[in-house]
C-alpha cells in the first residue's frame, strides 16, 4: 500500500464511467473524504461518453485480457447496484454480403474467441444466413439480411449506461462522496509543488471559478478531456468520436422488439433493443471515427461546446439506412433523432492507461485510454485505482502503465492499424454540416 490514509481527501476530476466508479470503490475501501468534481451541472453529466441509453456489453475480444476482465464485469453488472441496468439479451454479431474482407477476418477472431472461452461457448451458435438468424431473432424476419453471416452470444448484452451512472451516482452519495457539479466541480488545473529530485507532488485541484481543493491523491478521469489536465498525454490519447441516432418507434413496435439481441453487422453498424421507457431505437454506424486536431498545435481534444456535436454526419446516415433495409425495413425512412458525436479518449492500441503519472510522488492518477470499450467495465473499474494503491508505486499490468513513446502522426491514420475500424478517420470540421453552430 503507497503512503496514504483512508482519511486523507482523494480528489475525482470527472463524473462519468470511470470517475463514478472510482468513487464507488474507494468508498466500499473506506477511503471516507473523497470529492468527485464533475464539470456539468448534472450526473448523468451530457459530456461523458457515458451519458446514453444504452451500451454494449460484450466479453469476446481478440485479446483474451479484455475477455477475461469483461468476464469478471458481467459477474459485476448482476450485483445490486448494476442489476437493474444490464440486460442478458444477447450480442448478434455478423457480417453483411457486402462486407469487406477486413470486417470478415475480424468477425472471425470475434467469432473464435467466443467459441473457445469456457465460460462463453455453451451460449454461442454460429448462424449463416437469413433462416438460420431469424430461426432465433425472429424480430429481424421482415429484413432482408442480405449475405449475413456470423453468430449470436447469449452470455453478452447491454447496461442502460445513463440509468447505470444515476444509481451509482446515488449509492456513492450515501456511502459519504461529496459531488461537487458545475461551474464549483469543473477543474482548470492540478496544483503541484515543488517535490525535490523527485520532481512535484500535486496538492489539490484549481476550480475554473478559482476554488482550491486540497488532494492528497488526485485521480483524473476527464474521458476525452484529459489531455487538458495532463498535456503529456496530448501525444498519445486523441480525443476521437463516433456518432449515435436514433429512431422513434410506437409502443407497439417498441414491444414487438422486446428481447431482441444487439445486432451488430461489423460492416454497417449496430443497434439495441428498443429503450422500454422512450420507445427509441439507438443507432450507432460502424465507422474509425472522426478527430478534431487542432492545427496549430496537433492535438485533438472535444470541441467548446456540446450543441457543435449534435449532428451525424451524412455518410454515417447512409449507413445507418442501409443497417435498417437490411433488418427492420419498415423503419428505413423515419426521420433520425438526436443525433450527437460522442467523444472518447483514443489510444493506438486500444489499451487503457491506469496509473500514476510519473514524477508526481504517486500523487496523481490518471484512467484515460478507454477507446471506445470502457462502458462495460463501469462496474469494476474503480477497483482497478484500489488494486494500485495497493501495489504500491508501479502498475503491475505492463500494458496499463504510464507509455512515453509519442505516436507518429499527429492525425491522419491514427488508429487506423486497430484491426477492428474500418475505413478512414476523418477531421471534425470535414463532416460538420455547414452552418452548423460555432
Ligand atoms: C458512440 C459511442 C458508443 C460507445 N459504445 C460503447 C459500448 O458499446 N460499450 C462500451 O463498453 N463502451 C462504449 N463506449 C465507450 C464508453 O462510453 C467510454 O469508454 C466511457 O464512457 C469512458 O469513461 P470515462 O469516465 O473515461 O469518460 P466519460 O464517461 O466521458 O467521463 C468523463 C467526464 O469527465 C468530465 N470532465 C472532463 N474534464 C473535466 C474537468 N476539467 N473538470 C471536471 N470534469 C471534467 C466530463 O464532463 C465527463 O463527464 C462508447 C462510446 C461512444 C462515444
Ligand atoms: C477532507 O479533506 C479536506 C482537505 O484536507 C479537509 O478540509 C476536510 O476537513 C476533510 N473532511 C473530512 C470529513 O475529513
Known amino acids: 500500500m503507497m503512503d496514504i490514509s483512508k482519511s486523507d481527501p482523494v480528489v475525482i476530476v470527472g463524473g462519468g464511467a470511470f470517475g463514478l466508479s472510482t468513487a464507488l470503490h474507494l468508498s466500499r475501501a473506506g477511503f471516507h473524504n473523497v470529492t468527485v468534481l ?10 461523458s461518453a457515458a451519458n446514453d441509453l444504452n451500451k454494449i456489453v460484450r466479453a469476446e475480444y481478440e485479446d483474451p485480457f479484455y475477455t477475461d476482465l469483461t468476464i469478471k464485469a458481467i459477474a459485476a453488472w448482476k450485483t445490486s447496484v448494476f442489476a437493474p441496468h444490464f440486460h442478458q439479451t444477447g450480442f448478434l454479431h455478423c457480417v453483411s454480403g457486402a462486407a469487406p474482407d477486413k470486417a470478415r477476418a475480424t468477425l472471425d477472431r470475434f467469432q473464435a474467441s467466443a467459441e473457445q472461452h469456457p465460460a462463453m461457448r455453451p451460449h454461442v451458435v454460429r448462424l449463416d444466413g437469413k433462416a438460420a438468424i431469424t430461426e432465433h431473432v425472429w424480430q429481424l424476419q421482415s429484413g432482408t439480411l442480405e449475405g449475413w453471416r456470423g453468430y449470436l452470444n447469449r452470455y453478452d448484452g447491454y447496461a442502460h449506461s445513463a440509468d447505470a451512472l444515476v444509481a451509482v451516482h ?25 517535490g525535490g529530485p523527485a520532481g512535484r507532488v500535486a496538492v489539490g485541484v484549481r476550480t475554473r471559478s478559482g476554488r482550491v481543493h486540497k488532494a492528497r491523491l488526485v485521480v483524473v478521469a476527464a474521458g476525452a478531456s484529459v489531455a487538458k489536465l495532463i498535456p503529456e498525454l496530448a501525444s498519445r490519447v486523441v480525443a476521437k468520436a463516433w456518432s449515435v441516432a436514433h429512431v422513434q418507434l410506437t409502443d407497439d413496435e417498441a414491444s414487438a422488439l422486446r428481447g431482441m439481441p444487439v445486432t451488430y453487422a461489423r460492416d454497417l453498424g449496430f443497434f439495441f433493443e428498443p429503450d ?26 472535444p470541441p467548446q461546446s456540446l450543441e457543435e456535436s449534435g ?18 425495413p419498415w423503419a428505413r425512412d423515419r426521420p433520425l433523432v438526436n443525433p450527437a458525436l460522442c ?35 463501469f462496474p469494476i473499474a474503480g477497483s ?17 502503465r504510464w507509455k512515453s513513446a509519442p505516436r507518429d502522426g499527429a492525425s491522419g491514420d491514427w488508429g487506423a492499424d486497430v484491426s477492428w475500424r474500418l475505413g478512414e478517420t476523418k477531421e471534425f470540421r470535414d463532416v460538420k454540416p455547414p452552418g452548423a453552430k460555432l
Open 38 to 47: 464533475e464539470k456539468d451541472t448534472q450526473i448523468p453529466p451530457r459530456s
Open 170 to 194: 446515488r449509492e456513492a452519495s450515501a456511502r459519504g462522496v461529496r459531488f461537487l457539479l458545475g461551474e464549483e466541480g469543473d477543474v482548470g488545473g492540478i496544483i503541484y509543488e515543488d
Open 276 to 301: 422500454p421507457k422512450t420507445k427509441l431505437l439507438k443507432f450507432c454506424p460502424m465507422g474509425a471515427g472522426y478527430v478534431n486536431t487542432d492545427k496549430t498545435s496537433g492535438v485533438s481534444l
Open 311 to 328: 449532428f451525424m454526419p451524412a455518410d454515417d446516415e447512409d449507413k445507418v439506412r442501409t443497417l435498417l433495409d437490411h433488418t427492420l
Open 343 to 377: 467523444w472518447i479518449a483514443d489510444t493506438s492500441g486500444s489499451d487503457y492507461t491506469i496509473d500514476y503519472v510519473p514524477k508526481t510522488g504517486s500523487s496523481v492518477i490518471v484512467m484515460t485510454g478507454d477507446s471506445g470499450h470502457g462502458f462495460k467495465m
Open 384 to 400: 482497478w485505482v484500489t488494486d494500485l494503491l495497493e501495489a504500491g508505486a508501479e502498475q503491475p499490468i505492463a500494458r496499463w
